[in-house]
């Protein structure tokens, strides 16, 4: 549920949209659930849009590193979900950063070459700052549940990694 908050307050930040466009009230897990598998599908789907588009080694490596990591978490948040039986629920949150991410993977698709390649990395350093300010400020904070917290921080830890990752892909493309 945090994770869905994280990727709620990434895409809003990257989408330019106003802290008030954030939810109001502490998460419930469910809602941080639904929220961290959002912001991990998201990035999957960029990822692949990476992998399709570009030619360059160093961004393929990177996006496809993206897939699997974003993948397995997803399937580990999943699990969870199901060994608690919470559902997780859908929100404004969620639902506002789906609808960024489509408009920005729109913008994405438009560029080709080192134009597109720039353009995703320096999206995937932006991203990763504000999926990890989320995490460490508000989704594993308000989560109540211990397992999820749990994987909540070793989510914000591999992303932490991802964040640096991309800023060395960024580094180099310049």
């Not at 897990?29 to 990822?47: N, P, R």
């Not at 496809?64 to 997780?88: C, F, G, S, W």
């Amino acid at each position: 549920m945090h994770t869905r908050q994280i990727a709620t307050l990434t895409a809003l930040c990257l989408f330019g949209m106003a802290p008030s466009a954030w939810a109001a009230d502490k998460p419930t897990d469910a809602q941080i659930a639904h929220i961290a598998y959002t912001a991990g599908l998201i990035d999957v789907e960029a990822a692949k849009l990476a992998i399709s588009k570009s030619k360059n080694k160093e961004v393929v490596a990177f996006a496809e590193d993206m897939v699997r990591d974003h993948e397995a978490v997803n399937k580990q948040a999943l699990a969870l979900v199901k060994k608690l039986k919470v559902t997780p629920e859908d929100n404004d949150t969620s639902k506002t950063l789906k609808k960024a991410a489509t408009d920005e993977r729109a913008k994405l698709a438009k560029f080709s070459g080192a134009s597109f390649d720039k353009a995703y990395v320096a999206n995937e350093v932006a991203y990763h700052k504000q999926v990890n300010g989320a995490l460490e400020t508000l989704l594993i904070p308000s989560a109540s549940n211990a397992e999820l917290k749990e994987l909540l921080q070793t989510g914000l830890k591999v992303f932490q990694g991802h964040e640096q990752h991309a800023e060395h892909v960024a580094a180099d493309l310049k």
